[in-house]
């Protein structure tokens, strides 16, 4: 067996912080602790001044595959979560044709099989995710399907979201909802507020996501099931959920990183790279997202990575289908909004254990990931710990590398990242999948 060590970080999970070694044997980790002895034909991973915790875990890929491979693979899309420090990702049921049903789940798990990260899928809520008939969840939960999602469209009709929910509550899995209201988001392309009116471009009102936060919460204490809340955005939405918890109901949710480091103001160019659902908000929301993150409202922290191809996003802002990269920036832009330098004087809004918990072992539980969890589809455990016998599911992380993003250099199919010419802060070093390190000083190794 491959004998790996990772020498001179410092070691973080849900356990807490210590200074250690790691070393990997095979797909296990077989010794944590400090100043390990390194032998012949060991292979060494320098993580000095580096942060080794568990590898992360992404809620919310689009894959793309099967139907938009121009956009991006399984192969190239895992390849970027690589880079980005991912030992996993969801893959979103959003694809061509939708994945409604084993068959195409199975196509997608077996295109996954032997990537750079673990796929695991989320199946469609309805049929073609049309929103009028429930999928057969009961087939795909056989397959080890965990989360359910319509991704891209929430489920308009209450009545079959109840029928979805005691359904899923039945099977012992969970419903991710997209939270918005087609009636009122009719028509918008953007924030509803005063930059859509300077700019003239036809809004989303927030009211949109929260009426559907809204209803899912009483749905949640109609029928006892759980909901995960997708990529909340707005202010009102947080303090939903934030009552709801409050209130013991099970519900869950999550952020993309964009909803906390972008601004409506960004569209004033007008330039469709800008344009997501939902929609990039104001100021207040980003700030309200970050206090959600900050005080455990929001759990997880998801890229929403959605690939276009430079053709479809080159066309007027209100024609453009929305969408951003995120997966290779998503844990250097929370470290520079979020988790203050070292050393700069000042607290910052989370340390960098707390951070890592959103993005690794948090989603690892929703996701059904974690090492307690049972799960079909051939997954390792993900989201630590790092400890004996744990999965060498590892990522290593540099908090204070600094670097500029650049849209032809990344390893996505596609180029539309928000972040373009933009310089960073805290940079992947290292990634290791069942003990086999696919990123090397932040190169792809396969």
């Not at 595959?65 to 690589?82: F, K, L, Q, Y």
């Not at 929305?322 to 809004?349: K, N, Q, Y």
Request: proline letters at 6%; charged letters at 20%.
């Amino acid at each position: 067996m491959a004998e790996i060590v990772i020498q001179g970080g410092t070691v973080i999970d849900g356990g807490g912080v210590r200074r250690a070694d790691v070393r990997v044997s095979g797909a296990l980790i077989a010794e944590v602790g400090p100043n390990l002895s390194v032998g012949k034909g060991v292979t060494v991973l320098d993580a000095g001044g580096c942060l080794v915790a568990p590898g992360l875990v992404d809620l919310h890929t689009h894959l793309r595959e099967p139907g938009r491979e121009e956009a991006e693979t399984v192969d190239s899309g895992t390849r970027a979560a690589a880079l980005g420090g991912y030992t996993a990702v969801v893959a979103m049921p959003n694809t061509e044709p939708a994945i409604d049903n084993a068959g195409i789940a199975r196509e997608v798990l077996d295109l996954g099989r032997g990537a750079v990260a673990e796929v695991a899928v989320a199946g469609a809520i309805t049929v073609r995710r049309e929103g009028e008939r429930l999928a057969p969840m009961a087939e795909l939960a056989d397959l080890g399907v965990h989360l359910f999602t319509d991704d891209g469209s929430g489920v308009q009709d209450g009545a079959l979201m109840r029928r979805a929910l005691d359904y899923a509550k039945g099977l012992g899995v969970t419903l991710a909802q997209h939270c918005e209201d087609d009636a009122l988001a009719a028509g918008g392309a953007m924030h509803e507020g005063a930059w859509s009116s300077r700019l003239g471009i036809p809004g989303v009102p927030a009211a949109a996501e929260e009426a559907m936060v809204a209803r899912d919460i009483a749905l949640v204490r109609l029928t006892g099931a759980p909901v995960h809340f997708l990529h909340l955005s707005t202010a009102g939405s947080v303090e939903l959920v934030r009552r709801a918890k409050a209130e013991g109901l099970a519900v869950t949710a999550e952020a993309a990183p964009h909803h906390f480091a972008l601004t409506d103001a960004e569209v004033a160019g007008y330039d469709p790279i800008f344009k997501v659902n939902p929609p990039l908000r104001t100021g207040a929301d980003v700030e309200a997202v970050k206090v959600g993150l900050c005080d455990g409202t929001i759990d997880a922290i998801a890229t929403d990575h959605a690939p276009h191809t430079p053709e479809t996003k080159d066309v007027p802002f209100d024609e453009a289908p929305p969408g951003m990269l995120g997966l290779e920036t998503a844990l250097s832009v929370a470290f520079s909004e979020l988790v203050a330098p070292t050393g700069d004087g000042s607290s910052g809004r989370l340390s960098a254990e707390r951070v890592l918990g959103l993005f690794s072992w948090q989603p690892a539980t929703i996701a059904a990931l974690g090492p307690t969890d049972a799960r079909g589809g051939g997954h390792s455990a993900q989201g630590g710990p790092v400890a004996p016998g744990g999965a060498a599911n590892l990522l290593v992380f540099d908090p204070e590398a600094s670097w500029q993003v650049d849209r032809a250099g990344l390893a996505s199919r596609s180029h539309n990242t928000p972040y373009a010419g933009r310089t960073l802060r805290g940079r992947v070093r290292h990634t290791v999948l069942r003990g086999e390190p696919v990123v090397i000083d932040a190169e792809a190794q396969r």
